[in-house]
């Protein structure tokens, strides 16, 4: 059984950091692009940013300078620290990987669970 476990989440006053985590497990071929979206309350769920297996990074304008995507391609597992958080970066943080589980059989795209961050003001 394939998922992606997020942690990392929390409360944080803004100005302050959080580092989510998000592991892929189960029986993988190959990754190609994670990343991590969110989605506040009554709002659509948007990307925030995504790295591609090679390591090219895209972010989203409202977070460009001061949050950043890593991925540790041995441990399947994709990182966002986020620094200077701001009362509007409160969401659920949603992980997001597109999976190849055998070879010659197209791969799709997972969601994780979510995790919540809160940022006080």
């Known amino acids: 059984q394939v998922q992606l476990v997020e942690s990392g989440g929390g409360l944080v006053q803004a100005g302050g950091s959080l580092r989510l985590s998000c592991a892929a497990s189960?029986?993988?071929?190959?990754?190609?692009?994670m990343g991590w979206y969110r989605q506040a309350p009554g709002k659509q769920r948007e990307l925030v940013a995504d790295?591609?297996?090679?390591?090219?990074?895209n972010y989203a304008d409202s977070v460009k300078g001061r949050f950043t995507i890593s991925r540790d391609n041995a441990k399947n597992t994709v990182y966002l620290q986020m620094s200077s958080l701001k009362p509007e970066d409160t969401a659920v943080y949603y992980c997001?990987?597109?999976?190849?589980?055998?070879?010659?059989?197209?791969?799709?795209?997972?969601w994780g669970q979510g995790t919540q961050v809160t940022v006080s003001s």
């Open positions: 997001n990987a597109y999976l190849v589980l055998r070879i010659g059989v197209p791969g799709r795209f997972y």
């Open positions: 189960g029986s993988i071929f190959s990754i190609n692009v």
């Open positions: 790295i591609t297996s090679v390591g090219i990074t």
